[in-house]
Structure formats: structure tokens, C-alpha cells
């Protein structure tokens, strides 16, 4: 894979009326394809995407979202924000790591800067998504990201300008 650009801090996003801003202040984590049938229905395609970031590093700069919360498929509890004007998810809280936000990728004002390194519930796949042979790939929810998180870094840290 060829970078694209260099990574530079700030990152900055929202929902697709702006009502809701906000910037990331530190490095993502990662990002990965989730084809779980949640996903499919929240995002009303095929898969959705999530970009953990500590939470430490992520920060509203406009607008207070709406939250909603469900239980996921380990029965754990997964808070949802989203623009209670557009109706975008915007980012997810997980309980499983309350040190990070999962946000949305589609809300980066640049959507251009990073591709995933992974893709989860390959199980429940659509047949006709492509999914890339040089991914690292799970049939399901895996029990570590630590592989997601060291291709991340491999693929963009070195790269940061920070």
C-alpha cells in the first residue's frame, strides 16, 4: 500500500448537517470493516467501519449528540452518538474499552486519509463485498485487536506528523 498523505494532528469531522464537530488529537488506533448484521442495519449497506481513538484524544468542539445504547452480540453494552438533527452515528463507546471512542470514518472531514487494515464477521459478509486477501480477516468479533493495532501502526504511525 502507498500512503496517501502524511498523517497530521488535528484530524477534524462531524455529522452531515455540521451541527455536531468534533477533533482527534491523537493517533487512531486502528480501522477496520465490520460485517456484523448490527452494522449492516446502522449503516444501511453492506458493512460499517470504526476508528478507535483514545478517548483521551477525542474532543466535541460543536453540538452535544443524542446517545442510544443496545446490547452487542457478547451482551455487552455498546453506547451509540449520532445527530439527533441528521440522524449520523458519529461514534460509538464500547463497554468493552471504556479507554476508547469508535469513530466513524465516514464523519472525517478528509475521508480519504487512511484505509482499513481489517475486516470482522466475514461470516455474515455480503457476497458481493470485496474483501481484500492482504486484510487481516475474522469470521467473527475477535478476542484481541492487538493485530489490528500493530498493522495500524506498521502502516501510519512512522508516517505521523504530529
Not at 485487536?145 to 501502526?153: E, G, R, V
Amino acid at each position: 500500500m502507498t500512503l496517501k498523505s502524511k498523517i497530521t494532528l488535528p484530524i477534524y469531522g462531524g455529522c452531515q448537517c455540521q451541527q455536531i464537530r468534533y477533533e482527534i488529537s491523537a493517533m487512531p488506533l486502528t480501522m477496520y470493516v465490520c460485517h456484523c448484521t448490527e452494522c449492516q442495519t446502522q449503516s444501511t449497506s453492506g458493512f460499517g467501519m470504526s476508528m478507535p481513538i483514545p478517548k483521551s484524544g477525542f474532543r466535541l468542539i460543536q453540538g452535544n449528540p443524542k446517545i442510544w445504547s443496545r446490547k452487542s452480540h457478547s451482551g455487552r453494552e455498546v453506547k451509540y452518538a449520532f445527530c439527533s438533527e441528521c440522524g449520523i452515528r458519529v461514534y460509538h463507546m464500547p463497554s468493552r474499552n471504556k479507554s476508547i471512542i469508535n469513530v466513524k470514518p465516514g464523519t472525517l472531514d478528509n475521508k480519504t486519509m487512511f484505509e482499513p487494515v481489517g475486516n470482522l464477521w466475514l461470516k455474515s459478509a455480503q457476497s458481493w463485498v470485496y474483501i481484500s486477501p492482504g486484510a487481516i480477516n475474522f469470521q467473527q468479533q475477535p478476542e484481541s485487536f492487538k493485530s489490528l493495532y500493530i498493522a495500524w501502526k506498521n502502516r501510519y504511525e512512522q508516517n505521523s506528523l504530529i
